[in-house]
């Protein structure tokens, strides 16, 4: 069975940075494109990055460009996200998934940006 955990959030200053990760038991198969979203009470998930199965394509919400990076290790299951410059704007629960979002969702990983 899919299993999804994210962990690394946390509480942090305004131009900080985190990283977050994102492992991925049980999928048999292939590696296939894993995407991070984002939440906030009372909205919808949003999509903030996603690589394909090999990292040779990545994608960025024009909002975190130049200051997020997504990346992933294969041999591990994981999936990475450095956010760096982090802005108040940023704070939310982070998931992962595959891009059409069919894996069972982990409990998320919040992040806070606060001084």
């Known amino acids: 069975q899919v299993q999804i955990s994210e962990s690394g959030g946390g509480l942090v200053q305004p131009g900080g940075t985190l990283q977050l990760s994102c492992v991925v038991t049980?999928?048999?198969?292939?590696?296939?494109?894993i995407a991070w979203f984002r939440q906030t009470p009372g909205k919808k998930r949003d999509l903030v990055a996603h690589?394909?199965?090999?990292?040779?394509?990545?994608y960025y919400v024009d909002s975190v460009k130049g200051r997020f990076t997504i990346s992933r290790d294969n041999v591990e299951n994981t999936v990475f996200l450095r956010m760096t410059q982090l802005k108040p704007d940023d704070t939310a629960v982070y998931y992962c998934?595959?891009?059409?979002?069919?894996?069972?969702w982990g409990q998320g990983t919040q992040v806070t940006v606060s001084s």
């Open positions: 690589i394909s199965p090999f990292g040779s394509t990545i």
């Open positions: 049980g999928s048999p198969g292939s590696p296939t494109t």
């Open positions: 998934n595959n891009l059409v979002q069919t894996l069972p």
